[in-house]
Nanobody, 125 residues
């Protein structure tokens, strides 16, 4: 069974920073076979794409709303993906989910393999 466990969420003031982590595990799960992404869901809104990193870490893509403020990265030796969030805004509040997909293209097509349970990020004024 594959597990994606997010951590690092919390309460932060606008303009501050947080670093989210997602640790992947599973007896047959090969972390480096998957593109990893972060999605978020704000209260009362639909879940939305935030960022994705290719299996090698060489390619990254971001939603326009976070471009220049968020950085996604991964450590394949530790089966972990990160999301560094800087210059946080009130609109960044939501539950952040870690997602594994076969590729970046699959992520864009909505073909996801595994989801984490999410971690809450709350940005206050």
């Amino acid at each position: 069974q594959v597990q994606l466990v997010e951590s690092g969420g919390g309460l932060v003031q606008a303009g501050g920073s947080l670093r989210l982590s997602c640790a992947a595990s599973g007896r047959t799960f090969v972390f480096s076979d998957y593109a990893m992404s972060w999605f978020r869901q704000a209260p009362g809104k639909e879940r939305e794409f935030t960022a994705v990193v290719s299996w090698s870490g060489e390619n990254t893509y971001y939603a326009n709303s976070v471009k220049g403020r968020f950085t996604i990265s991964r450590d394949n030796a530790k089966n972990t993906v990160f999301l560094q969030m800087n210059s946080l805004k009130l609109d960044d509040t939501g539950v952040y989910y870690c997602v594994a997909a076969p590729s970046v293209a699959a992520t864009r097509r909505g073909e996801y393999s595994y989801w984490g349970q999410g971690t809450q990020v709350t940005v206050s004024s």
